[in-house]
């Protein structure tokens, strides 16, 4: 079992940055892929980045590519989420989750199936 707390979601305006942060327990960090999912009302989760166990590889949804930087501590059992140049679209609740299946392609890694455990969300709104 992995629990995974989200926390850093909150009120920003449009082209301001937020930072969110999922502590882990339960598993050895370091054996867990790691990502973030977002969901906006009305529509369906979404993949917004990945992380490979060792923090060598990363994998970034289009809509938030060179905006966004994913990045984990082994130490600590963190991950974290750096948001930029946030959008009105980038409202929503952000979501933690973990894998610790293998990855053989990094078109694994925006699939929701593949992550086995979830935190609880945190909401993030950009106001325009």
């Known amino acids: 079992q992995v629990q995974l707390v989200e926390s850093g979601g909150g009120l920003v305006q449009a082209g301001g940055s937020l930072s969110l942060s999922c502590a882990a327990s339960?598993?050895?960090?370091?054996?867990?892929?790691m990502a973030w999912f977002r969901q906006a009302p009305g529509k369906e989760r979404e993949f917004v980045a990945a992380?490979?166990?060792?923090?060598?590889?990363?994998y970034y949804a289009d809509s938030v590519k060179g905006r966004f930087t994913i990045s984990r501590d082994n130490a600590k059992n963190t991950v974290s989420l750096q948001m930029n140049s946030l959008k009105p679209e980038d409202t929503a609740v952000y979501y933690c989750?973990?894998?610790?299946?293998?990855?053989?392609?990094?078109?694994?890694?925006?699939?929701?199936?593949?992550?086995?455990?979830w935190g609880q969300g945190t909401q993030v709104t950009v106001s325009s």
């Open positions: 339960g598993r050895t960090f370091s054996t867990t892929t």
């Open positions: 992380i490979s166990r060792s923090g060598g590889y990363s």
């Open positions: 989750a973990a894998s610790g299946r293998t990855f053989y392609s990094p078109s694994s890694y925006p699939r929701a199936q593949q992550y086995d455990y």
